[in-house]
């Protein structure tokens, strides 16, 4: 079974500032990365997800930036707030088989006002 | 509410003895999943039902645990015998799969994008 790597385990970010988190995966049964944003004791929500038949996708401050060659890709928190202080999870499909997303350790963020 | 709710909560039990946990996915969702999450950690696959379908289990599932969906509706996840170590906080999710048509006022996007509940946080003492 594949593994996904994530990195930075934490970090630590000045108000306005750009947060950027890697996420590395194997082999994928299709092509479909999520990332979540997960609060204390709430289940993981959704935050942006990327196909990537582009190279890129924004919505808002969250970037999603895709290689696929080197089978990486990572999420960029531009004009970073306090209020987006939380875990992050990249997410990719497992390989093979079914519609099941195998999930990164997660990168705790904290944002300093 | 159209998102993916879970009950109980919290759930604190004794070992050795059965919980159960109900999942609601959002409506007319064919596919549901069930995750567990340790503290730091991300999320780990249990199980996964295509309507009421079980199609895969993952290794974690060991014998003491049984899910089901009779009615390619709600789920329910069973722990039986429980163990100190099954203390986790166990995740629900739906997504949309192939033939969804979807819903007015229902979440948009992408059929394979996997919602998650709040969660059940087990405590095994």
């Known amino acids: 079974q594949q593994q996904v790597k994530q990195s930075p385990q934490s970090l630590i970010v000045q108000k306005g500032g750009i947060s950027i988190i890697n996420c590395a995966y194997e082999?994928?049964?299709?092509?479909?990365f999520p990332w979540y944003q997960q609060f204390p004791g709430k289940g993981p929500a959704l935050l942006i997800a990327?196909?990537?038949?582009?190279s890129e996708k924004k919505e808002g401050r969250f970037t999603i930036s895709f290689n696929k060659s080197a089978k990486q890709f990572s999420l960029h928190i531009m004009d970073s707030q306090p209020g987006d202080s939380a875990t992050y999870f990249c997410?990719?499909?497992?390989?093979?088989?079914?519609?099941?997303?195998?999930f990164g350790t997660g990168t705790r963020l904290k944002v300093l006002a | 509410d159209t998102g993916v709710s879970q009950n109980p909560r919290h759930k604190i039990t004794k070992r050795g003895q059965n919980v159960t946990f109900r999942c609601d996915p959002i409506s007319e969702h064919n596919r549901l999943y069930w995750y567990r999450q340790t503290l730091g950690q991300g999320p780990e696959f249990l199980t996964y039902f295509q309507n009421e379908a079980q199609l895969e289990k993952s290794r974690l599932l060991s014998d003491r645990f049984s899910a089901e969906r009779p009615k390619g509706s709600f789920s329910t996840l069973e722990i039986q015998r429980t163990e100190q170590g099954d203390s986790a906080m166990y995740l629900c999710?739906?997504?949309?799969?192939?033939?969804?048509?979807?819903?007015?006022?229902?979440?948009?996007?992408?059929?394979?994008?996997?919602?998650f509940g709040p969660g059940t946080r087990l405590t095994v003492l």
């Open positions: 999710a739906s997504s949309p799969g192939p033939h969804w048509r979807g819903l007015a006022g229902g979440p948009a996007g992408d059929t394979d994008t996997q919602y």
């Open positions: 082999n994928t049964a299709f092509d479909y």
């Open positions: 997410a990719a499909p497992s390989y093979p088989g079914t519609y099941k997303y195998i």
């Open positions: 990327i196909r990537p038949d582009v």
